[in-house]
Nanobody, 114 residues
Framework: QVHLVESGGGLVQAGGSLRLSCAAS????????MGWYRQAPGKQRELVAS?????STNYADSVKGRFTISRAGNTASLQMNSLKPEDTGVYYC??????????WGQGTQVTVSV
């Protein structure tokens, strides 16, 4: 199983910024896509942003213009600017691979205070 190690997250005031990173324990050539999901209390897990190995990106409407996903090698990062209280939740990294099952990170808490 491929391990995903997340870092970043924490507590920030509304309007602030945070950066999340996710490193996969696998050769970059085995990765097809990486992404970030989040789950707020009482809600389903939702896609925040994803990036393919070719660099194509996809964002949830709620974060467009504020969040930016990028990838360098086997590490995906999510730069989150102009954070809002509704961005609060546990953020999970996800990665898809050519020949192995998809993997999830352990999750990192992001809390945005008013």
């Amino acid at each position: 199983q491929v391990h995903l190690v997340e870092s970043g997250g924490g507590l920030v005031q509304a309007g602030g910024s945070l950066r999340l990173s996710c490193a996969a324990s696998i050769n970059v050539f085995s990765i097809t896509a990486m992404g970030w999901y989040r789950q707020a209390p009482g809600k389903q897990r939702e896609l925040v942003a994803s990036i393919s190995i070719g660099g194509s990106t996809n964002y949830a409407d709620s974060v467009k213009g504020r969040f930016t996903i990028s990838r360098a090698g086997n590490t995906a990062s999510l730069q989150m600017n102009s954070l809002k209280p509704e961005d609060t939740g546990v953020y999970y990294c996800n990665a898809n691979f050519r020949t192995q099952p998809s993997s999830w990170g352990q999750g990192t808490q992001v809390t945005v205070s008013v």
